[in-house]
């Protein structure tokens, strides 16, 4: 099998990559290992920034997030009893749109299909060949035969435990990382939110986060332990520590009900340097990851897809690798920013286990000159919808 580039990952950033290229004429093959059904049972992103929205307009995949999505045009911050809203229309100029990462893979999975690119799911031991010569490959299994796929570009989406990025040496690569002492829980339930905008919320008991997907659907998070297991939280238990932590007044109004889903992540931001080998180019997950405080991961797989499809398109429509050349440049000055503001807001909002009282006062003093000062909020609204592509 022959194709342009090879996707590896159908994730958000593989079928957005995928969509783009197809749309420009340039053609791809999406090699996913897990069943579509899989990939859409993942809860995860909830908050698209406008240039995100804009590039899914660019790639046609758009027309049922502007029937369905919900549009905020502010930020709820609750601390110390109190609530502050950040206008994010009036501080930034722009609005975030809340519309689950399930439905924007949905739109893209359709979009694939009807445009009969070929996705191979369920492919194991994928594997990465010649990537520093001019025609590298892919080979795989699929349905119990081994196959290779040459390509003249490997673009790895396959996210933060996939293949392509432990395909790079690790003498050309640079890791920056940093573990926080703490996770999320999070629970995706059928009742209507009882907030009208998202709220993240600082409480002595630990960060909680009241979001939704719908009029009728709510998502939910309480910072846990990493030793915590889902098994241990009850729907009940949830329910009495997320009231507890995101203030009386939301909690008096707000109904509980039917849990759908419950789940653990650790928190954490990685980022690996360069994003790019040889023919190999990493986009999204594959090559940074950031605590989702400050919603940017997957608005992050999107600008890098942005640039990459920027880049391949530069190159099949002038024969210019200028673009390839300084993806990696490009996207990783995004990247850094992100890694900053995701970091930043875990801070502020986060209680450490081992906080000692010096760095409590200056939490308090931070989140003080936050409530305070239209500087610090405009500052936090210019991040939270999204630095300019
Ligand atoms: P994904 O979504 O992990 O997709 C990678 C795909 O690659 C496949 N794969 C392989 N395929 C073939 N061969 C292999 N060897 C493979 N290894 C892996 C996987 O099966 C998978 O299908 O990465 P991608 O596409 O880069 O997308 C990134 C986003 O998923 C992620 O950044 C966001 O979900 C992060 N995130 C949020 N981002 C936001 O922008 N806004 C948010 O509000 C937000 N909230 C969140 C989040 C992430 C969370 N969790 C669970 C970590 C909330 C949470 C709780
Ligand atoms: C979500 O709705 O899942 C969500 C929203 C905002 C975040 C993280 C997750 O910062």
Redesign the pocket.
Not at 292 to 296: I, L, Q, R, S
């Given at each position: 099998m022959r194709t342009q580039v090879a996707i590896i990952g159908a994730g958000p950033a593989g079928l957005l990559l995928g969509q783009l290229l197809h749309k420009a004429g340039i053609e791809a093959v999406i090699l996913e290992q897990r069943t579509p059904e899989y990939v859409l049972g993942r809860?995860?992103?909830?908050?698209l920034e406008q240039g995100t929205v804009d590039i899914l307009d660019l790639a046609g995949v758009a027309e049922r997030l502007h029937s369905q999505a919900l549009i905020h045009g502010g930020v709820e911050l609750a601390a110390n009893g109190q609530r502050l809203r950040i206008p994010l229309t009036d501080l930034a100029g722009k609005a975030v749109t809340?519309y689950?990462?399930t439905e924007v893979t949905r739109d893209l999975m359709d979009a694939r299909a009807a445009s009969g690119a070929p996705t191979i799911y369920e492919v194991e031991s994928v594997e990465l060949h010649d990537v520093t010569a001019a025609r590298p490959g892919v080979t795989f299994v699929h349905e119990g035969s081994k196959q290779r796929l040459d390509c003249d570009f490997i673009a790895g989406c396959d996210g933060y435990h996939g293949v392509s990025r432990r395909s790079i040496p690790a003498e050309a690569l640079s890791v920056f990382e940093r573990s926080y002492p703490f996770g999320w829980l999070?629970v995706l339930a059928d009742v209507p939110p009882a907030w009208d905008e998202?709220i993240?919320a600082d409480s002595e008991r630990g960060f909680a986060?009241a979001?939704?997907?719908s009029a009728t659907r709510v998502?939910c998070?309480v910072q846990c332990s990493l030793d915590d297991k889902v098994e241990q939280w009850s729907d009940e238990r949830f329910w009495n520590e997320f009231q507890q932590r995101i203030g009386a007044d939301v909690a008096a109004r707000m109904v509980t009900g039917n849990v759908l889903e419950k789940s653990i992540a650790p928190l954490r931001s990685f980022v690996a340097e360069p994003m790019r080998y040889g023919q190999l180019f990493l986009a999204g997950d594959a090559a940074h990851i950031v605590p989702?405080?400050?919603?940017?991961g997957l608005n992050l797989a999107a600008s890098d897809v942005f640039y990459l499809y920027e880049s391949f398109n530069s190159y099949y429509k002038n024969g210019s690798r200028a673009a390839l050349d300084q993806y990696s440049q490009r996207a990783l000055r995004r990247v850094w920013q992100s890694v900053r503001f995701s970091w930043w807001?875990t801070s502020l909002l986060h209680r450490f286990p081992d906080e000692d009282p010096f760095c409590g006062r200056i939490h308090g003093s931070e989140l003080e000159y936050l409530f305070n000062s239209s500087a610090a909020q405009r500052a936090l609204a210019e991040n939270y919808v999204g630095l300019p592509l």
């Open positions: 809860i995860r992103a909830g908050v809340v689950g990462q999070g998202l993240y986060l979001s939704m997907r998502r998070y989702p405080t400050g919603a940017k807001m």
